[in-house]
DNA sequence: AGAATAAAAGAGTTTTTTATCTTTTTATTG
DNA sequence: CAATAAAAAGATAAAAAACTCTTTTATTCT
């Protein structure tokens, strides 16, 4: 569904959202680590995503990555889109140029009950709230 | 969400579903130009479905593909399953290796949802059901 | 100011997916 | 039975995605 990439970026900003704040921020190897991820590959996902605005960073000595405020209380459809491109969320399940309601593909009705599912996976709970389950329940990222 | 060779393949074998049957059988080249997809890649396509018994074919002149009573009455799962693996649903949507609802990951819950909707996608109509309204409606595939 | 730290940016490399080309096998028909 | 049509199989090529390495830029601390 989501592209690797996608992935990885997920669950950093997940890690991002419990393990830093704007007080300590963390640098790519700490997280890579921490996730079992490709450490280079990661960095370049976490630039994205900050030149997205979607996570914060700042260069220097005790510089690094981490969520601000604003950050943790979005949702995770920025992410999803900022690493693999709004159309996860619009474009047709059979890869049709053109499919609407009005030309719509053979699988375009059932479609869009599967499509509100994916929305609905990114969109009704904020990073924060994500994170909030994943430390209390004790979830693996 | 599925391949571009799942997507190939699903929209073939729903113009098999219209076009072709035991006394009709299309060569890939037709098929191909009909859905302006790329012809021996298509092909590759098809020969696995047709290893895999989700469609039928038969060599030498007047051969070609096509659905067997039997091909048009299962469902869409399979041709999916067959090219973009089964794993496409039952794969945690964050890639984490162990993903269940013993060891969730944090959007294992709302995952199922989607998922559900996915099924529901390729399982509840029969490729006969989907072709006629394609028909009927006149649907492009 | 200078050294050290860490992200940003740029330039590759490898692997996987998508696409093409060629040869072989099988069936059909005149 | 020879010619032909079409799938099957194999080998190769191009494009995209995943991953790595090197250099540059910004920040902090001494």
Redesign the interface.
């Known amino acids: 569904?989501?592209s690797?990439s996608c992935?990885?970026a997920?669950?950093a900003v997940?890690y991002l959202a419990i393990h830093s704040n704007a007080e300590h921020k963390l640098g790519v190897k700490e997280v890579a680590e921490a996730l079992d991820v490709p450490g280079p590959f990661l960095a370049k996902l976490l630039q994205q995503l900050s030149r997205h605005h979607l996570i914060s960073s700042t260069k220097g000595p005790n510089g690094g990555f981490y969520l601000s405020k604003a950050n943790s209380n979005a949702n995770l459809r920025g992410v999803v889109e900022s690493i693999d491109g709004p159309e996860?969320f619009t474009s047709c399940?059979?890869?049709?140029p053109?499919c609407s309601s009005n030309?719509?593909?053979?699988?375009h009705s059932?479609?869009l009950?599967?499509?509100?599912?994916?929305l609905?996976?990114v969109e009704?709970?904020t990073i924060k709230e994500?994170a909030k389950?994943?430390e209390r329940q004790e979830?693996?990222?």
Chains 1, 2 share one sequence.
């Open positions: 569904m989501f690797k992935k990885y997920i669950r997940l996860v399940i059979l890869g049709l053109v030309n719509p593909c053979p699988l059932r479609a009950i599967y499509r509100q599912g994916l609905e996976l009704d709970q994500v389950r994943v979830l693996k990222i």
